[in-house]
């Protein structure tokens, strides 16, 4: 039947796809190989060693790649005994091999994948100033199946009676794809650390076939199941074509395999690629590198061909006659099916990625580069899917002429991969193998050899000649500096630069800055110095470190001999900061070298006599004298009184003292001056005394009531300050007095 055939393509492809997974296609060992003129291919920044390189042509490089995510080769096959009888069986033959073991080991998606690459043309050129160039012609081939863990579950268990069942395939993937590469590459250092490289490929598609679905679901129990959504195959094969009817169904598969292998070959699309890649030496034994590869894509154009799913399925059993094998049963549901997909007679142009590999690794090389060892992390990103790879290496490199790599290697899982690379330059002549995963044990099954406790097959070969190897590894000087390379310590020496015997660059005061580069070629041993050999001067204040009492003063601030920045007014607050430059010696200043100001009424504390009290800032620092208070004051010149040439207050004067007393209290920061005066009558000296026995009296009167004597003080004038002339009894009278001025 048409719809059989179909369904036999379609199966066919699966059940040939199926044991394969993809991992790479050339070998990880090549990575941290640093004799292997391949390198380029895995990091475009890599320069392989020699001046010219030309492949062998035709088989220059051939790398194949292929496995098994989940089970190894002798996982696939298993020997049951039926009837007395060894026989081996396939693991998706569910009447032998029970489907929950199978299904029960899958991922939620398993990768399927075979790869091969052969480069028909390889050339790397080496220019001055260590720039690379390469160009490369290649075929290369790519299948991939992405298997949903529904898939293998459907078909093995297929559905129950007791439940319904629900299947999503919008993950499924199958795709192949046959092109050819033409590569220009190019490279070069940035710096003495830093190397940079690129690869630009021109893709030339050959054949190709992939599908694509969208909302596939299938829903059903044991009687009945339906399949919806949208899916397509499109193909760019030479003689390959759907056949429709009247109504657009399949009414025929062709498939002219006569074709002459011309047509094969054929270009069906175009695309472009890339290939980036960098290294840095973070230090003289460490190498850091990376690298993007096979970022692009193919636009398949001719030859094409396109079925479509556009409807629904439904199937509800056949209708079984015991009594009549010769029936076709497929002929009862062959109309639904038929309908289901439809022939695209204007199959559209369409697009394909390639497989893109990320690559980040590490090597530490001692001993002269003769041994390294290295860690490759490795990620490869394919149609929405995303899969990690690990290896570390131990390399071997004793002579030019041969090198040896042995790689632990991580896949999908799976550690017990121990892998191994050879390189030979036998004269012009070289030769490389490389194989990532070493299969040990090796069996029969339906008389076929193969590695049985292996999930995957990778393998590299590579043959080719170079060129510009003028010395022998004993005797190369890569640096030129007179010093063999297998006893220079310093192999990138500058041109001129005088070395010592072990090839590094001579270093009198042995401050770790070779003389070439040393400014300051006589610093005292032990003293830390910088990338210029001149003592270090961290603050860069002209002082070194060594002797640099304040090794951080920020930058420009005027600085003592010493290195610390100056403190002209000796405040403790270096002149860069100090905003009072000229403060007093022994003055409180604040964190601006200012003088404390604590009561904030612009009146320095060390000025200010009311330093906790604003103030006039014009004065000295307190505020002015309340004017009610004044006014209690100005009463002492008349409220208070004395017995006639005595010392002695009149009782009369309590209630005026009182009063003062009390505003005191009110006031603790007032400070009271009594000033005792007297008339002209009688002798001066006498009346001086009767002034200061006056002014005492007053001030003893206001002790007793409560006032603290040191904010009293008593003078006595006597008759030098009158108010008015003595001239009149009246006017002696008023001379007579006591005078009380408040400050504080």
């Given at each position: 039947?048409?719809?059989?055939?179909?369904?036999?393509?379609?199966?066919?492809?699966?059940?040939?796809?199926?044991?394969l997974v993809c991992h790479a296609q050339m070998s990880n060992?090549?990575?941290?190989?640093?004799?292997?003129?391949?390198?380029?291919?895995?990091?475009?920044?890599?320069?392989?060693?020699?001046?010219?390189?030309?492949?062998?042509?035709?088989?220059?490089?051939?790398?194949?790649?292929?496995?098994?995510?989940?089970?190894?080769?002798?996982?696939?096959?298993?020997?049951?005994?039926?009837?007395?009888?060894?026989?081996?069986?396939?693991?998706?033959?569910?009447?032998?091999?029970?489907?929950?073991?199978?299904?029960?080991?899958?991922?939620?998606?398993?990768?399927?994948?075979?790869?091969?690459?052969?480069?028909?043309?390889?050339?790397?050129?080496?220019?001055?100033?260590?720039?690379?160039?390469?160009?490369?012609?290649?075929?290369?081939?790519?299948?991939?199946?992405?298997?949903?863990?529904?898939?293998?579950?459907?078909?093995?268990?297929?559905?129950?009676?007791?439940?319904?069942?629900?299947?999503?395939?919008?993950?499924?993937?199958?795709?192949?794809?046959?092109?050819?590469?033409?590569?220009?590459?190019?490279?070069?250092?940035?710096?003495?650390?830093?190397?940079?490289?690129?690869?630009?490929?021109?893709?030339?598609?050959?054949?190709?076939?992939?599908?694509?679905?969208?909302?596939?679901?299938?829903?059903?129990?044991?009687?009945?199941?339906?399949?919806?959504?949208?899916?397509?195959?499109?193909?760019?094969?030479?003689?390959?074509?759907?056949?429709?009817?009247?109504?657009?169904?399949?009414?025929?598969?062709?498939?002219?395999?006569?074709?002459?292998?011309?047509?094969?070959?054929?270009?069906?699309?175009?695309?472009?690629?890339?290939?980036?890649?960098?290294?840095?030496?973070?230090?003289?034994?460490?190498?850091?590198?990376?690298?993007?590869?096979?970022?692009?894509?193919?636009?398949?154009?001719?030859?094409?061909?396109?079925?479509?799913?556009?409807?629904?399925?439904?199937?509800?059993?056949?209708?079984?006659?015991?009594?009549?094998?010769?029936?076709?049963?497929?002929?009862?549901?062959?109309?639904?099916?038929?309908?289901?997909?439809?022939?695209?007679?204007?199959?559209?142009?369409?697009?394909?990625?390639?497989?893109?590999?990320?690559?980040?690794?590490?090597?530490?090389?001692?001993?002269?580069?003769?041994?390294?060892?290295?860690?490759?992390?490795?990620?490869?990103?394919?149609?929405?899917?995303?899969?990690?790879?690990?290896?570390?290496?131990?390399?071997?490199?004793?002579?030019?002429?041969?090198?040896?790599?042995?790689?632990?290697?991580?896949?999908?899982?799976?550690?017990?991969?121990?892998?191994?690379?050879?390189?030979?330059?036998?004269?012009?002549?070289?030769?490389?193998?490389?194989?990532?995963?070493?299969?040990?044990?090796?069996?029969?099954?339906?008389?076929?050899?193969?590695?049985?406790?292996?999930?995957?097959?990778?393998?590299?070969?590579?043959?080719?000649?170079?060129?510009?190897?003028?010395?022998?590894?004993?005797?190369?000087?890569?640096?030129?500096?007179?010093?063999?390379?297998?006893?220079?310590?310093?192999?990138?020496?500058?041109?001129?630069?005088?070395?010592?015997?072990?090839?590094?660059?001579?270093?009198?005061?042995?401050?770790?800055?070779?003389?070439?580069?040393?400014?300051?070629?006589?610093?005292?041993?032990?003293?830390?110095?910088?990338?210029?050999?001149?003592?270090?001067?961290?603050?860069?204040?002209?002082?070194?470190?060594?002797?640099?009492?304040?090794?951080?003063?920020?930058?420009?601030?005027?600085?003592?001999?010493?290195?610390?920045?100056?403190?002209?007014?000796?405040?403790?607050?270096?002149?860069?900061?100090?905003?009072?430059?000229?403060?007093?010696?022994?003055?409180?200043?604040?964190?601006?070298?200012?003088?404390?100001?604590?009561?904030?009424?612009?009146?320095?504390?060390?000025?200010?006599?009311?330093?906790?009290?604003?103030?006039?800032?014009?004065?000295?620092?307190?505020?002015?004298?309340?004017?009610?208070?004044?006014?209690?004051?100005?009463?002492?010149?008349?409220?208070?009184?004395?017995?006639?040439?005595?010392?002695?207050?009149?009782?009369?004067?309590?209630?005026?003292?009182?009063?003062?007393?009390?505003?005191?209290?009110?006031?603790?920061?007032?400070?009271?001056?009594?000033?005792?005066?007297?008339?002209?009558?009688?002798?001066?000296?006498?009346?001086?005394?009767?002034?200061?026995?006056?002014?005492?009296?007053?001030?003893?009167?206001?002790?007793?009531?409560?006032i603290a004597a040191d904010r009293l003080n008593a003078v006595?004038?006597?008759?030098?300050?009158?108010?008015?002339?003595?001239?009149?009894?009246?006017?002696?009278?008023?001379?007579?007095?006591?005078?009380?001025?408040?400050?504080?």
């Amino acid at each position: 039947m048409k719809n059989k055939l179909i369904k036999t393509i379609y199966v066919g492809l699966i059940c040939a796809l199926l044991p394969l997974v993809c991992h790479a296609q050339m070998s990880n060992t090549v990575y941290f190989d640093k004799y292997n003129p391949r390198q380029h291919w895995v990091n475009p920044a890599f320069h392989p060693d020699g001046t010219v390189y030309v492949g062998m042509p035709g088989i220059s490089t051939v790398a194949l790649s292929l496995g098994n995510s989940r089970y190894s080769f002798q996982d696939l096959f298993q020997n049951i005994q039926k009837n007395g009888i060894n026989r081996s069986v396939f693991i998706l033959d569910r009447d032998a091999v029970g489907a929950d073991e199978v299904i029960d080991r899958l991922k939620k998606r398993e990768r399927l994948f075979a790869s091969y690459r052969i480069n028909l043309l390889d050339l790397g050129i080496g220019l001055k100033n260590k720039r690379y160039i390469t160009f490369g012609v290649g075929n290369r081939m790519d299948a991939m199946v992405i298997v949903p863990r529904e898939f293998p579950d459907l078909f093995l268990r297929g559905m129950s009676d007791h439940e319904v069942r629900d299947f999503h395939f919008d993950k499924l993937y199958m795709g192949a794809s046959i092109y050819s590469e033409v590569a220009f590459g190019y490279s070069q250092p940035i710096n003495d650390k830093i190397t940079v490289g690129g690869k630009f490929k021109i893709l030339i598609g050959h054949d190709n076939i992939s599908t694509d679905f969208r909302d596939v679901e299938m829903v059903g129990s044991e009687n009945e199941w339906s399949l919806k959504g949208e899916a397509s195959i499109h193909g760019a094969i030479p003689g390959l074509r759907f056949i429709p009817d009247e109504l657009g169904r399949v009414d025929d598969v062709e498939f002219d395999d006569e074709q002459p292998a011309s047509c094969y070959a054929r270009s069906k699309g175009g695309g472009v690629a890339l290939d980036l890649g960098m290294t840095y030496q973070i230090l003289p034994k460490l190498q850091l590198s990376a690298s993007l590869l096979d970022l692009g894509f193919i636009h398949w154009r001719k030859d094409l061909a396109q079925l479509d799913k556009t409807g629904d399925f439904v199937y509800n059993g056949i209708d079984y006659d015991i009594n009549n094998d010769s029936l076709d049963y497929f002929d009862q549901y062959e109309t639904q099916l038929e309908n289901m997909i439809k022939v695209n007679d204007s199959p559209s142009a369409y697009n394909t990625s390639l497989c893109a590999k990320i690559h980040v690794g590490a090597e530490y090389s001692f001993l002269n580069d003769k041994i390294g060892v290295g860690a490759l992390s490795k990620t490869n990103i394919y149609h929405r899917t995303v899969w990690e790879e690990f290896m570390l290496s131990a390399n071997v490199r004793p002579f030019r002429w041969a090198s040896l790599s042995v790689t632990y290697n991580m896949f999908d899982g799976q550690w017990n991969n121990l892998g191994a690379g050879l390189n030979f330059n036998m004269g012009p002549v070289n030769l490389n193998v490389a194989v990532d995963n070493i299969p040990f044990k090796y069996g029969k099954t339906n008389g076929v050899l193969h590695p049985i406790d292996k999930r995957n097959v990778r393998a590299m070969l590579g043959m080719g000649f170079v060129f510009g190897f003028k010395e022998s590894r004993r005797k190369r000087d890569t640096d030129g500096d007179g010093v063999p390379d297998r006893i220079d310590q310093c192999s990138d020496t500058p041109e001129g630069v005088k070395v010592d015997a072990k090839g590094c660059p001579f270093d009198a005061d042995r401050d770790g800055v070779p003389d070439y580069l040393d400014k300051c070629p006589k610093t005292v041993r032990g003293i830390a110095v910088d990338s210029l050999g001149c003592p270090k001067d961290s603050d860069g204040d002209g002082i070194a470190d060594y002797r640099d009492k304040c090794p951080d003063t920020p930058k420009d601030a005027p600085i003592d001999d010493k290195g610390c920045p100056l403190d002209t007014d000796g405040d403790g607050v270096p002149d860069y900061m100090d905003n009072c430059g000229e403060t007093p010696k022994n003055v409180a200043v604040d964190s601006l070298g200012c003088p404390i100001d604590s009561d904030g009424d612009g009146v320095a504390d060390y000025k200010d006599k009311c330093p906790q009290l604003a103030g006039d800032s014009t004065g000295n620092g307190c505020p002015e004298i309340k004017e009610q208070d004044k006014q209690v004051f100005k009463k002492s010149f008349t409220g208070i009184v004395f017995q006639v040439s005595k010392s002695v207050i009149k009782s009369s004067s309590y209630p005026t003292l009182n009063e003062i007393a009390k505003v005191m209290k009110k006031n603790p920061m007032y400070k009271l001056n009594i000033i005792g005066h007297t008339d002209s009558s009688g002798d001066p000296e006498m009346n001086r005394k009767l002034s200061v026995n006056r002014a005492n009296a007053v001030k003893t009167y206001l002790i007793k009531k409560g006032i603290a004597a040191d904010r009293l003080n008593a003078v006595g004038m006597g008759d030098k300050e009158p108010l008015v002339p003595n001239t009149t009894p009246e006017n002696r009278a008023k001379n007579r007095r006591v005078e009380l001025v408040a400050e504080y």
